[in-house]
Nanobody
Framework: QVQLVESGGGLVQAGESLRLSCAAS????????MGWYRQAPGKQRELVAT???????NYADSVKGRFTISRDIANNKVYLQMNSLKPEDTGVYYC???????????WGQGIQVTVSS
């Protein structure tokens, strides 16, 4: 098991930047994939970005070129750098840890990001 705690959210204006952090209770390379998801009001949770144990990254088309996922293995943290934020980026952002072989999925409590126009 792993506990995940997000931080760094808030209210910003369009065009500004935020960096989200996810602190894990154990080494992040325990998971096969670490990622960020978001859920806007009235919409389903959607993938934002993931990073595999080997460091391979994947992004939703809507954030490519603006968001960057990274990690600090020594400190058990995953980050999401969000630049050129848009109002449509508004939502609750969740950190996720996934183990594929055992079908384990862990989520943080979520953190609000609001982008005003």
């Amino acid at each position: 098991q792993v506990q995940l705690v997000e931080s760094g959210g808030g209210l910003v204006q369009a065009g500004e930047s935020l960096r989200l952090s996810c602190a894990a209770s154990r080494t992040i390379i325990w998971a096969d994939v670490m990622g960020w998801y978001r859920q806007a009001p009235g919409k389903q949770r959607e993938l934002v970005a993931t990073i595999s144990r080997l460091g391979v990254t994947n992004y939703a088309d809507s954030v490519k070129g603006r968001f960057t996922i990274s990690r600090d293995i020594a400190n058990n943290k995953v980050y999401l750098q969000m630049n050129s934020l848009k109002p449509e980026d508004t939502g609750v952002y969740y950190c996720n840890a996934r183990k594929l072989a055992t079908v384990e999925d862990y989520w943080g409590q979520g953190i609000q990001v609001t982008v005003s126009s």
